[in-house]
């Protein structure tokens, strides 16, 4: 498969054509005036300008094909327009008219470079804005300001996100694009990524195996780089975080630049944070967390297509906030030196897009390490193991017009798990994973108003392990030898009903094949002995979505809505049992289950009161077996209001903002049977900030306290539950910015 993959690549690019392209215009506002400064971007091309003090720009050195451009600027409404180059210039006039409520944005996690309107997959975007999300060491806790977009939390450092109740390997983390292998399938482990060098974070609700294969049955959560500097820039920004709950602190720095044809850049990062303190002002022992990360990449736009290379690194220490650990440690800090696990993740990955003439051709790779150590006692190694992950894809976008979209392509995947060193524990059986997948996808416009998109998709995987120990022993487990294979699609349409008014509807099935955990665990994993079953099959959901848009000038409303059933939905559950230790025994089970729920936002901004926002949300998920038992890890329905004041120019600070929000969880009481039912709670929070210029230097600054009033609470999902520890309290914190 893979000698097939390289000569088709091979093949293709010999054909990749030359072309002297030129895009030329000029941004002006309703009143015909020229904007300056505002930005031209070629999404798949990273390539992008400025316009300069008439409002023109240009663009050279492209690529013959069909591309999509993005105008946009501060204030004003985004314009995207699709233009096919054939070798010739190109001039293109925009008017961008004013908006005060945010704009929709072109996403890429849909199979299709789309704005969100027009897709019939529901995506919403989270622009990492310091004005309008927290700011907090916990960076999982970012994406809750999602409306049905939840957090597994185990302190600040260890988080998983949840999508419409769905969690773990349910669903599909991807870094800029590239499938994301951590060792997720745990609510011990965590997320993985930092916010540095993202320019926002884009999350499809629903089943997504029509795009990305097995593990993407609840959703998808995508991290979206930031883009390249614009042509002939060298540019930067320094990031400094101070938060005041967990004497943390946190600093960032990066730089790119680019030229006509090439483009690059690196950023390094730190963060340290001791443990948390609880809501009343006791600290929770062992949450504390130290984190080191390197970003770079290079890259090269010519008339053949763009060529991208990164290099992500990784490493997080993270306390374990456990009975033993806790009875050990008398006293705060931020060093971790027992009961602790250390991630260390490296991730290299070539992202390139090939242009053929009316055709274009997706062809990426990439390779991902990461070595999972725990320690208990200092020095003492309880548990190593590394997971090598070879990823690689293409897609070829076959000749279209305007209206429409034909996509086919493959996708594969190579895994290799391998105990290290002759650990004490062997959680999991030495393994190696192969998945192979053909797909096709397909998007067509009818009458101007309706979009429709569908697609089909097979996935074949082997999964074979080693036997680990001896016949007869407790730590026994055979070797494995399992393949399977599943079909998943999806049906979908946008109907613009009218320029206020979208419609959007969506049918899709999608799988999840066992993991490796849940086939071979046999062993302690943190403060429990998890067990489970070979004999499991793979899960099948069936998910139905309706969703509705409406925007006018100052005024938009968003409702969404799902039934997912899952047939074999597999959950982890305590067997009533324990170990000779005195440890509580868990199985994996599976079940039949459905999954109900909804999402509602609203976003005001009063003609009469223009520096004034209010946006509100709310999210509700129910998930039952078929038995009658509910699901583990089920958010509470929330609420979340916020009131936002901005200001072009406040005394000497530019762009001041205020915030109030108020986030409000029900009472859960709908728990699992190794759940206890959850207390609602309400926590306030406030933020200020602004830019500042000293001596031609603009700095940002921002002044945010989260939990205001330091509410002694528990959240439905924060595993911290098991050790009796509330949820963290009053944090202040210190932001700066400083881009030069």
């Known amino acids: 498969m893979k000698v097939l993959f390289i000569a088709c690549v091979m093949a293709l690019s010999f054909h990749a054509l030359n072309a002297q392209n030129k895009i030329s215009g000029r941004i002006t506002d309703q009143d015909n005036l020229p904007l300056t400064g505002a930005t031209v971007i070629l999404p798949d091309l990273n390539k992008g300008s400025i316009t300069g003090e008439n409002g023109q720009f240009e663009l050279v050195n492209l690529p013959n094909g069909k591309t999509t451009i993005q105008f946009s600027f501060l204030g004003y409404t985004s314009e995207m327009k699709t233009v096919f180059l054939t070798g010739q210039k190109i001039e293109i006039n925009v008017t961008l008219r004013e908006s005060v409520l945010e704009t929709e944005e072109i996403v890429v996690s849909g199979g299709y470079r789309s704005t969100q309107h027009e897709n019939a997959v529901k995506i919403d975007v989270l622009k990492l804005d310091p004005v309008e999300i927290k700011a907090t060491p916990n960076f999982a806790e970012v994406l809750t300001k999602v409306p049905g977009v939840d957090m597994i939390s185990k302190g600040s450092g260890v988080s998983k996100p949840v999508i419409r109740g769905l969690s773990m390997n349910d669903i599909l983390v991807l870094n800029n694009s590239v499938r994301f292998e951590n060792y997720q399938y745990s609510s011990h482990h965590p997320l993985g990524i930092d916010e540095f060098g993202i320019d926002g974070v884009e999350v499809i609700k629903g089943p997504a195996s029509l ?186 976008y076959l000749p279209s017009e305007e ?82 294979g599943s079909f998943s699609g999806s049906a979908g349409a946008t109907w613009h009903f009218s320029e206020e008014l979208l419609l959007r509807a969506n049918l899709a099935t999608a799988y999840r094949t066992p993991n490796l955990a849940e086939l071979t665990s046999n062993g302690q994993h943190e403060a429990r002995y998890e067990v489970g079953d070979n004999g499991l099959v793979p899960e099948k959901s069936y998910e139905a979505d309706w969703g509705m848009h409406f925007h006018v000038e100052n005024l938009t409303i968003d409702l969404a809505c799902f039934y997912n059933q899952v047939n074999h939905y597999i959950y982890i559950s305590p067997a009533g049992t324990e170990t000779s230790d005195g440890l509580p025994i868990y199985r994996y089970m599976q079940n039949n289950s459905r999954l109900y729920g909804g999402e509602a936002g609203i976003h005001f901004h009063p003609k009469s009161v223009e520096w004034l926002h209010v946006e509100g949300t709310f999210s509700s998920v129910t998930g039952k077996q078929e038995n009658g038992n509910y699901l583990p890890f089920i958010p509470a329905h929330k609420v979340n209001i916020e009131m936002r004041a901005e200001k072009d120019r406040l005394l000497f600070v530019h762009d001041a903002f205020v915030s109030v929000s108020l986030n409000t969880a029900f009472d859960q009481n709908h728990a699992a049977p190794d759940e206890t039912p959850t207390s609602g709670y309400s926590l306030l929070n406030l933020g200020v900030g602004g830019n500042l210029s000293i001596s031609n230097q603009s700095i940002f600054l921002g002044l945010s306290a989260t939990n205001l009033l330091d509410t002694k609470y528990t959240d439905h999902l924060s595993t911290l539950k098991e050790v009796n520890y509330y949820n963290p309290g009053r944090n202040i914190c210190l932001t700066m910015k400083v881009p030069f």
């Not at 975080?241 to 730190?270: E, P």
């Not at 984190?291 to 008339?303: A, D, F, L, Q, R």
């Not at 190579?414 to 650990?423: E, S």
């Not at 004490?424 to 397909?442: H, Q, R």
């Open 211 to 396: 795009l990305y294969g097995s593990d993407a049955i609840g959703g998808v959560i995508n991290f979206i780089k930031e883009k390249p500097a614009t042509q002939h820039t060298l540019s930067g920004d320094y990031n400094l975080q101070l938060f005041s709950n967990t004497q943390g602190m946190t600093n960032n720095l990066g730089v790119k630049g680019a030229s006509d044809k090439y483009f690059g850049g690196i950023r390094a990062g730190q963060k340290t944070n001791a443990d948390f303190l609880q809501g009343g002002g006791d600290y929770a022992a062992n949450t504390r967390f130290n984190e080191y990360s390197v970003k770079t990449n290079i890259g090269h736009t010519g008339k053949a297509g763009t060529f991208q290379l990164f290099y992500d690194y990784n490493q997080q220490n993270l306390g374990l906030a456990e009975e033993e650990a806790i009875e050990a440690i008398s006293d705060r800090g931020r060093d971790c030196a027992l009961f602790y696990q250390q991630l260390n993740t490296h991730l290299l990955s070539s992202q390139n897009k090939i242009y053929l003439g009316q055709m274009k051709l997706d062809v990426n790779v990439a390779f991902q390490n990461t070595r999972l150590t725990h320690f208990g006692e200092p020095d003492e190694y309880e548990l190593e193991m590394k997971l090598a992950t070879t990823t690689y894809e293409a897609k070829l």
């Open 403 to 484: 209206k429409s979209e034909y996509i086919v392509g493959f996708q594969g995947m190579n895994q290799i798990n391998t105990n290290m060193n002759d650990r004490e524990t062997i959680l999991l059986p030495d393994a190696t994973t192969n998945n192979y997948s053909v797909f096709g996808l397909l998007q067509r416009t009818l009458f101007d108003k309706l979009k429709l998109q569908t697609g089909i998709r097979y996935d074949y995987k082997t999964l074979v392990s080693e036997v680990v120990s001896q016949s007869g022993l407790t730590t026994f487990r055979p070797a494995l030898d399992k393949n399977y």
